[in-house]
């Protein structure tokens, strides 16, 4: 591998952006690409009698509702760096999505409110975070508004999570009266709804102003220095070993939505986080990206961003090489072998043709069905898979028919290919081949429903069949069409796998009773 592809490889930062619903994690997004001179104008997503929406935000629903429904991906450089930021869906029914998201990162930046500190789903994201030893860096949010004192915020850090925690910076003041944020890490403070350089002030080697400036004589002010004393004499050492493992997180405050501390983040941030990082196979060997051979992992795939070509897309992670459009890659599961002529990059529903990428960067394939989520590519004469991606086990399950009965083969061909994206799983009754959906969460339904509507030009009809136990069975061999009963249901999945849906713990140890060479098992 040449010196200048290596090189390449080492200035790429991936991470994703976590956070409980809210918290202003899209927001954020936003705000880095447009210090990335990626957009112009940093829409909000609260804007939406201006008709801008978040540029993470492509889907229709994700523009009706505000929220994020699916992970994004983007690109931008920034000092001598190439970013791919993944914003990830925050609400908790896309969380499996968001799982598989995090299996393609190389660092998190978890979004916390200042107000409503760490919330459920934040600690869900941290674990997996944590689970990977992914390297965490933490940006607490909205001074602006009141929210916690910094020290208990910093303190909630440490207990919920079980992380140690380092203010690289400290706010002066919140609320109507937040001044700015004290620079432990850069010596100096900036100042609030100051622009350029400008809303820098130096910091004498004491820690203290060197300019008199009317900050000094506030009280915020005097209670900033106090808790930086405390924090220098009784808080931890920033230990970049222990950041680089996942043990530490570096602690930025600022305001997102007024465009406050972003910068110094992103900085700070570049300086710190991990370059593209080895990754294990399944036979537990790891693959270095500066390897000469190309491969990488299908984390994802999403259907129609363009509805006018009604195209399919499938997001790459590029674990090791160079890829070159063009080039032949095998298909590790099938050990087939084709050319990668289709290749895009992203900016949200915006893409661009890409002629080279390296380790590190996310590219889009165009997929017509030969693809699966967790599927390896490689481009050299041995293939290999990299370790399985998360699948979860549904427990929320509808009974789908068209509404309209002539518009069945729309409704198959757009069930296949939303069930294909990972957030929602296909099952059919043995005899009536009656269609059913499982799903983590609910939204996930609501979602499925509109974008069926929306996208295939076809409206469903969803009737619950409410929580159940799903199963599948080690030893499908044994099992008879004679064992499913109401109460222990036996259907086929996409795979035409066997699975037991069960109605109820009861249920399913009664049937473990009665049939005990039968071997049941979860996904996760």
Same mark, same amino acid.
């Given at each position: 591998?040449?010196?200048?592809?290596? !090189?390449?490889?080492?200035?790429?930062?991936?991470?994703?952006?976590?956070?409980?619903? !809210?918290? $202003?994690?899209?927001?954020?997004?936003?705000?880095? /690409?447009?210090?990335?001179?990626?957009?112009?104008?940093?829409?909000?997503?609260?804007?939406?009698?201006?008709?801008?929406?978040?540029?993470?935000?492509?889907?229709?629903?994700?523009?009706?509702?505000?929220?994020?429904?699916?992970?994004?991906?983007?690109?931008?450089?920034?000092?001598?760096?190439?970013?791919?930021? /993944?914003?990830?869906? $925050?609400?908790?029914?896309?969380?499996? !999505?968001?799982?598989? =998201?995090?299996?393609? %990162?190389?660092? &998190?930046?978890?979004i916390v409110d200042a107000a409503k500190g760490i919330e &459920?789903?934040?600690?869900?994201?941290?674990?997996?975070?944590?689970?990977?030893?992914?390297?965490?860096?933490?940006f607490i949010n909205k001074l602006d508004r009141q929210?916690?004192?910094?020290?208990?915020?910093?303190?909630?850090?440490e207990e919920v999570l079980g992380i140690e925690s380092y203010a690289m910076n400290w706010p002066i003041g919140m609320g109507k009266e937040f001044l700015g944020i004290y620079d432990r890490f850069n010596n100096r403070i900036e100042q609030f709804r100051k622009d350029g350089t400008d809303r820098f002030l130096p910091l004498t080697e004491d820690g203290e102003l060197a300019v008199d400036h009317s900050m000094i004589k506030t009280s915020y002010y005097t209670q900033a220095l106090e808790d930086i004393m405390l924090l220098n004499?009784?808080?931890?050492?920033?230990?970049?070993?222990? %950041?680089?493992?996942?043990?530490?997180?570096?602690?930025?405050?600022?305001?997102?939505?007024?465009?406050?501390?972003?910068q110094t983040f992103l900085e700070t941030?570049?300086?710190?986080?991990?370059t593209p990082q080895p990754r294990k196979t399944d036979a537990d060997v790891e693959i270095n990206p500066v390897t000469d051979e190309f491969s990488g992992f299908i984390f994802k795939i999403q259907a129609n961003m363009n509805p006018a070509h009604r195209d399919r897309i499938a997001f790459v992670r590029i674990v090791s090489g160079k890829f070159e459009r063009g080039m032949t890659v095998t298909l590790a599961r099938t050990g087939k072998t084709f050319k990668l002529t289709q290749s895009t990059q992203f900016l949200a529903d915006?893409?661009?043709?890409?002629?080279?990428?390296?380790? $590190? !960067?996310?590219?889009?394939?165009?997929? =017509? $069905?030969?693809?699966?989520?967790?599927? =390896?590519?490689?481009?050299g004469k041995k293939t290999f898979n990299y370790e399985k991606l998360p699948q979860f086990t549904p427990e929320l399950f509808v009974r789908v028919t068209a509404k309209n009965v002539m518009k069945s083969k729309h409704f198959n061909k757009g069930i296949m290919q939303l069930v294909q994206e990972g957030a929602i799983q296909y099952y059919k009754t043995l005899h009536t081949e009656d269609v059913i959906l499982g799903a983590v969460g609910q939204l996930q339904f609501e979602v499925f429903e509109h974008r069926m509507k929306n996208e295939y030009n076809v409206e469903v009809r969803m009737e619950s069949i409410g929580n159940k136990i799903a199963r599948w069975i080690q030893n499908e061999g044994d099992v008879k069409e004679s064992m499913s009963s109401p109460r222990s249901m036996l259907v086929r999945d996409r795979f035409d796998r066997y699975v037991f849906l069960f109605e109820n713990d009861f249920a399913m140890r009664w049937f473990q009773d009665k049939n005990e060479n039968i071997e049941l098992f979860s996904l996760l």
């Open positions: 591998m040449t010196t200048q592809i290596q !090189d390449q490889i080492q200035a790429r930062r991936t991470f994703a952006i976590i956070s409980h619903p !809210d918290a $202003g994690k899209t927001t954020m997004t936003e705000k880095l /690409l447009f210090f990335g001179g990626a957009i112009r104008d940093a829409g909000t997503v609260k804007a939406k009698k201006t008709g801008k929406f978040a540029t993470s935000d492509w889907m229709e629903i994700e523009k009706q509702r505000g929220i994020s429904v699916t992970s994004s991906v983007m690109q931008f450089d920034y000092d001598d760096c190439r970013i791919n930021i /993944l914003d990830t869906p $925050g609400h908790q029914d896309f969380s499996e !999505d968001t799982y598989r =998201t995090l299996m393609a %990162v190389d660092s &998190a930046v978890m &459920a789903q934040t600690i869900k994201l941290f674990k997996v975070c944590r689970l990977r030893g992914i390297p965490i860096f933490t929210g916690k004192e910094p020290l208990e915020l910093m303190e909630e850090l004499e009784a808080g931890n050492d920033f230990d970049q070993e222990k %950041v680089r493992n996942g043990k530490m997180t570096p602690v930025f405050f600022g305001s997102a939505l007024t465009n406050f501390g972003v941030y570049l300086q710190f986080a991990p915006e893409r661009e043709t890409v002629e080279i990428a390296v380790a $590190g !960067d996310i590219i889009g394939l165009h997929d =017509t $069905g030969s693809y699966q989520i967790g599927d =390896t590519i490689v481009g």
